[in-house]
């Protein structure tokens, strides 16, 4: 009996090499300012997104899986938290703050942003930042490991 190699397919464009830098533009409805986060991808980061582990799910037994998605986590104050995911592992890489900051609109206030209003409508109070929830990671214990980039680089 002749063994069959199984197809390898890629997602997306096929791309081979990681990125020295990413940029991450986003606006806080919050604080009413524009934020550009500059993430440096550092040698320690490409390891550990090379790092083989053990495919999880029981249709790819015997397979490598690699943690090959930017989780982004955005705080209010403009800075941007950053996890590696992939394979059922969360791998905090750290915390980013931003390499640019503007105001978005000289006529905006608090009472009439989107934030505050959504906050309102669920008798939530966003004023002062509420750090012990936002500050905060939640994902799914039973399923999901969660490690730091140095237990990662192990």
Avoid at 4 to 18: D, E, F, M, Q
Avoid at 48 to 60: D, L, N, T, V
Avoid at 82 to 108: D, H, K, M, Q
């Amino acid at each position: 009996m002749q063994k069959v190699k199984p197809k390898v397919s890629r997602i997306g464009l096929g791309y081979k090499t990681l990125p020295d830098e990413l940029y991450l533009y986003w606006n806080s409805s919050f604080t009413n300012r524009h934020y550009a986060t500059v993430v440096k991808v550092t040698p320690q980061i490409k390891a550990a997104m090379k790092k083989p582990y053990p495919h999880p799910s029981w249709r790819f037994e015997g397979q490598n899986c690699y943690q090959t998605t930017f989780k982004f986590g955005l705080l209010p104050d403009g800075r941007a938290k950053l996890w590696l995911e992939g394979c059922n592992i969360y791998t905090y890489v750290g915390v980013f703050a931003p390499a640019r900051s503007e105001l978005r609109s000289p006529n905006w206030t608090k009472e009439t942003s989107s934030a505050y209003y959504a906050a309102k409508q669920e008798s939530l109070t966003i004023d002062p930042i509420p750090w012990d929830k936002v500050d905060k990671v939640w994902y799914n214990k039973k399923r999901d490991t969660m490690q730091t980039l140095d237990d990662a680089l192990k």
